[in-house]
């Protein structure tokens, strides 16, 4: 077998990277699970936070000083993040690059994850910023967009995919609860138990899931590709206490577009929805688009490329139409 280290680089540069294609790595990941050394290697490679850069060239060529960055839901893999980036690029790509943040599996540290988002900002003379935040990546987003501009630097869009604005908007509090009570403890679930865990985290869901899915969804998530314990963990605490009202004065000009589905089961959609209106009723440029027809209804743009790119390019419309140039002042 090849350095898992060079396998994990290429995942970022990927032009294309199917369902099927995803399922079939993460079944081979299951293999490899047996080699407990090769497990380990791969997760050690994974404790570094990493921006995972999607090449477009000709979006490279038209926007070279504009790119989004995506902040993956919970429990979202580098690969996933890599897959969620290619779904949604026929329509991102018309106003920027594509990058997406690779969270640490020693868990997840915002103040690294700002510091990388500004490298990878200053690195790539940026002047252009959206933000895609998926699922819980909505929370973290907005964060990181309040503490950039402290430090000078505007992000001009977040899209919250299904963001809950607090764990006051998580339908199923009790798992989380359970993870983050063994987290400040000091206690990390082992993996016999966590593939309970994830199992019946999504039979419980089942209404928004095949039987399929739900063994599919499972066994990626036992994959050694997949996130660590402790950065699922960590990830949880993050989402329980987080509390938008502390960042209501700190986006600036910031603009905030909210998508979701009323078939929901994870996020409930009518909360999360009125919060961050509540919220950020300045900052707010749109909340009644939804993704109709996606399945599952939560945050699933790579399960449902169609529904979310309408979704997304309506959202740009709303935004502001195509500009053929300008853009926000350099700050470097």
Known sequence: MSDPAEFLRAAADLKRFSRRRFLTGSALGLTLAADLLVTQRIQRYREDLEILRVRDDTAERRFPTASWILFPGYKTSWEETVWILNSLRPVLATRGQLAGVGYSNRGLDVDDIVAAVYRYIRNHQLRRI?????????????????????????????????????????????????????????YRIPSVVRG?????ERVLHK???????????????????????????????????????????????????????????????????????SVFPRNLVSNDLVTEGASPAHASPQWNPGVYQRVVR???????????GGGLKSVF
């Open 207 to 277: 209404d928004e899931r095949t039987w399929r899915t739900v063994v599919d969804q499972t066994l990626e998530q036992l994959s050694p590709l997949a996130p660590s314990t402790t950065l699922i963990q960590s990830e949880a605490s993050y989402i329980f206490r987080y509390d938008a009202w502390r960042y209501s004065r700190a986006l600036g000009g910031t603009s905030l577009a909210f998508i979701g589905n009323p078939d929901d089961k994870t996020v409930n959609y009518f909360g999360a929805r009125s919060a961050w209106a």
């Open 314 to 324: 309506e959202v740009l419309r709303q935004y502001s139409p195509p500009e053929k």
């Open 130 to 186: 959206y933000f895609y935040g998926h699922s819980f990546g909505g929370m973290l987003a907005v964060e990181v967009a309040a503490r950039l501009l402290g430090r000078g630097v505007a992000v001009e869009l977040i899209i919250l995919d299904s963001s809950p604005a607090g764990r006051q908007d998580v339908l199923d509090r009790a798992m989380f609860q359970g993870a983050v009570a063994l987290y400040d403890a000091g």
């Open 196 to 200: 309970g865990y994830e199992l019946g």
